[in-house]
């Protein structure tokens, strides 16, 4: 089997940038999202993307055509039975992920094959609700996707070798470098950053320092690019709380369990960047402190 065109399920930030790699390297992608706003907004975004590379001579006006070309949108899931490969982005909850994938397993043939791209849920576990495990694979990027390079390729009890191989392959033509990740909660990479994410938020909560300064400290301490406070606010509090609630859940390592003040922010809907507070105020258009949350 070959995968030549694949359906992206879910249009947010997550969803479009695979979309928009996936694209940029040759796929036909159809673009699936509930309402006509989202996929509208969606495509908008990449094309707003795209058009930033051709301004700086990345792009030429002629492959920027042809990338837009190969996206197309829709808001009925029905769509997917024509499609090689699905990949599910929607949001970080076992229930709704399990039922998006059981009405698609209903839709497509036999051969599709069937993606998430979960921060943290355990795959053998979506897995579980489907006819074709050997067919379910994790492949969770990292935000944002067309500049992060990592997928995690995330192999389920019961996926096969074949398909394995088959988005390994996929992974490398998009331009990306696929690690193999046996499953298990926040497989590789979500695991140590929230055993990191855990420690600064008990150093906030003991005072060691402020929000600000914790931050500082990791990015220049650790050469990384953001401290753990600002990545939070850049992948959205609700996706944090949620790797969060999943990590504990599935270890029982209070280690692990929701950090107070990330719930209360949450219950507000002061989310991170998309929605202009979050650990940090951007309602200005820059990046501020909020001493309202400093403990």
């Given at each position: 089997m070959e995968i030549k065109k694949l359906m992206m399920v879910g249009s947010g930030f997550m969803g479009s940038g695979i979309a928009q790699v996936?694209?940029?390297?040759?796929?036909?992608?159809?673009?699936?999202?509930i309402t006509e706003e989202s996929v509208g907004k969606a495509k908008a975004g990449i094309?707003?993307?795209?058009?930033?590379?051709?301004?700086?001579g990345k792009l030429s006006e002629e492959q920027f055509n042809a990338i837009m070309g190969r996206i197309t949108t829709t808001t009925n899931l029905a769509d997917a039975k024509d499609y090689d490969l699905v990949i599910e982005a929607i949001v970080?909850?076992?229930?709704?992920?399990?039922?998006?994938f059981k009405k698609l397993d209903e839709i497509c043939p036999p051969e599709t094959i069937f993606a998430s791209n979960t921060s943290s849920i355990p795959i053998s576990?979506?897995?579980t609700a489907l006819k074709r495990p050997d067919k379910f694979i994790g492949m969770h990027f990292f935000s944002p996707v067309p500049v992060?390079?990592?997928?995690?390729?995330?192999?389920?009890?019961?996926?096969?070798?074949?398909?394995?191989?088959?988005?390994?392959d996929l992974t490398q033509k998009i331009g990306k470098?696929?690690?193999?990740?046996?499953?298990?909660?926040?497989?590789?990479?979500?695991?140590?950053?929230?055993?990191?994410?855990?420690?600064?938020n008990k150093c906030l909560l003991e005072g060691v320092a402020s929000i600000e300064d914790i931050d500082e400290a990791i990015k220049y301490g650790m050469n990384m690019p953001m401290g753990p406070f600002e990545l939070g606010d850049f992948v959205?509090?609700?996706?944090?709380?949620?790797?969060?609630?999943?990590?504990?859940?599935?270890?029982?390592?209070?280690m692990f369990a929701p950090f107070i003040t990330l719930n209360k922010l949450v219950i507000s809907g002061d989310l991170g960047r998309k929605t202009g507070k979050g650990w940090y105020d951007y309602t200005s258009g820059q990046k501020k402190i909020r001493d309202d949350v400093n403990i």
């Open positions: 996936s694209a940029t390297a040759g796929y036909k992608v159809h673009m699936f999202d094309e707003k993307a795209l058009s930033g590379s051709v301004k700086k970080e909850n076992l229930n709704i992920k399990v039922d998006v576990q979506i897995a992060m390079k990592l997928v995690e390729i995330i192999k389920g009890l019961k996926t096969s070798e074949e398909t394995c191989a088959l988005i390994k470098v696929g690690v193999i990740v046996k499953d298990g909660p926040g497989f590789l990479v979500n695991r140590v950053n929230s055993a990191l994410i855990a420690e600064a959205g509090l609700d996706v944090a709380l949620a790797v969060s609630e999943n990590m504990y859940e599935n270890t029982k390592n209070p």
